[in-house]
């Protein structure tokens, strides 16, 4: 039996140009819609699927710790108290169709990014929701086709409706492979501790007893302290059907619990290599190709490079072509593989503050060695996150044919009933201020040059990029 958590609506950053294709979605990009919450809790665009991950529950689900309460002037006594009082009022809630619709019409509200030609003004949007709840909905097929129309009325080829049978198919975006989703969120002392602000709902973590809403403490007995989201999510990960043990603090108030989960990985690597022997054998290169930013692209990425690198690769062509994107967070932190500590991956722009912002590797580069990135017009989206981040940072040269051109962020809600919406919720400019959406980037070379020319226009991009 599916188990439906009050209030809760999921989201996941997605950068592909078209519906995910039936196989994964990450379990955990699950995101709750409340107003005050997300103002509360949405914080840097650092969520753990490379989809930035918005999710958040207003309610503790777990009972609370008699040690923590100690008495009534305690402020956080008088939080849990408060937030019990406020459970047992509105006790389970009914969904209803006319729900269903506001919840997607809100989730647009709140997030929704007009791409500049489009006919959505927050005054028109209002006048829909007065429009369309003015009469009772009498089925649920009826609530999902007008949220299908109220979504095709904002022009956006991009935010669509996603049926429950099609929301479910998007677990390959699970980068933890337990079911959850992570998000930092300052503490109060001024710290960041890590909550799992979104879980697939009979998923691996959430059968096993994880909760919308716990801190995550440690895992495998490793403390997480100071860990980011991203850093912790990889520590989840592992082969399919394996156990983890992770530490959670239930809600605000509750009890310290250790928890055993199965790992469940839906997602399949998209990471292919092979080493290549040119100038007659004098030079090895290393050829990756990565078919789609998935949970397992980085991890699958990193592996790939290091054995290739071990193998003698000199240099590395990494292949973009007619990859369409995926996760967001998976395309930022590959870039980040291959650029120096303080370059600026990308610069995101939305309505929300939290899609506000530049992006830097924080990091020493995995590899150094010359890069070919291959690109084609079907390069879209997360790619060309990547594609333009090697290149205006002076680390590799394109070849091939100018991109696809989709500059947009979508975030993937799950709504109360398992159906889910695709909203187009911010964009991104290269780090050379250039904004890739319905430009696309246009290419170094159209055939591979030969690697001395490789090292001389990389050199000559440095020297350029100093003066």
């Known amino acids: 039996m599916r188990i439906l958590l009050c ?38 665009f650092n969520g753990a699927l490379s989809l930035n991950i918005l999710l958040s529950s207003p309610f503790s689900l777990a009972a609370e710790s008699p040690l923590q309460l100690q008495s009534p002037s305690n402020p956080l006594t008088e939080q849990c108290l408060q937030e019990e009082k406020l459970e047992e009022i509105t006790g389970p809630q009914t969904v209803t169709n006319e729900g269903i619709v506001e919840e997607a019409w809100q989730i647009v509200n709140d997030s929704f990014l007009n791409a500049g030609r489009h006919r959505w003004t927050p005054e028109s949007w209002q006048q829909k929701r007065e429009d369309i709840l003015s009469t009772s909905i009498q089925s649920r097929s009826k609530a999902h086709d007008i949220i299908r129309r109220m979504l095709a009325s904002l022009g956006d080829p991009y935010t669509r409706f996603l049926s429950p049978a099609e929301f479910s198919k998007m677990a390959r975006y699970d980068i933890t492979g337990i079911g959850i989703n992570l998000r930092e969120v300052p503490d109060e002392s001024g710290g960041v501790k890590l909550k799992v602000l979104g879980l697939l709902l009979d998923g691996p973590a959430h059968t096993a007893g994880v909760r919308q809403g716990d801190e995550v403490l440690a895992v495998n007995g490793e403390d997480i302290s100071g860990k980011s989201a991203f850093e912790v999510s990889s520590l989840l990960q592992g082969p399919n059907e394996t156990f983890v043990t992770i530490k959670v603090k239930h809600g605000n108030c509750g009890p310290i619990e250790s928890i055993e989960v199965q790992r469940q990985l839906i997602a399949r690597t998209p990471v292919f290599y092979r080493m290549e022997q040119v100038d007659k054998g004098a030079t090895s290169v290393g050829y990756i190709r990565l078919k789609e930013f998935n949970a397992l692209a980085r991890k699958d990425l990193v592996i790939a490079m290091q054995r290739l690198q071990d193998m003698g690769a000199s240099y590395f062509v990494l292949d973009l072509r007619d990859n369409l994107g995926g996760l967001v967070q998976a395309g930022i932190e590959i870039s980040k593989l291959f650029l120096n500590e303080g370059n600026t991956v990308i610069y995101t722009v939305g309505r929300d503050p939290q899609y506000q912002n530049t992006i830097v590797a924080d990091t020493q580069p995995l590899v150094t060695s010359p890069v070919i990135v291959l690109v084609n017009k079907k390069t879209a989206s997360a790619s060309e996150i990547v594609a333009s981040a090697l290149h205006d940072n002076c680390k590799a040269v394109l070849v ?47 055939n591979i040059p030969a690697w001395a020319d490789v090292t001389r226009h990389l050199s000559q991009c440095n020297m350029n990029k100093k003066r």
Do not use: C
């Open 7 to 44: 209030n809760s609506s999921s989201s996941l950053l997605l950068s592909s140009p078209s519906p995910p294709t039936p196989t994964k979605k990450s379990p955990i990009l699950l995101t709750t819609n409340n107003n005050w919450v997300r103002k509360a809790l949405l914080g840097a």
């Open 400 to 446: 091939g044919e100018r991109t696809f051109g989709k500059g947009l962020i979508q975030s993937v809600f799950e709504l109360r009933d398992g159906s889910g919406v695709v909203v187009t919720v911010g964009k991104y400019v290269t780090p050379k201020h250039m904004d890739i959406n319905g430009n696309g980037i246009e290419p170094d070379y159209e």
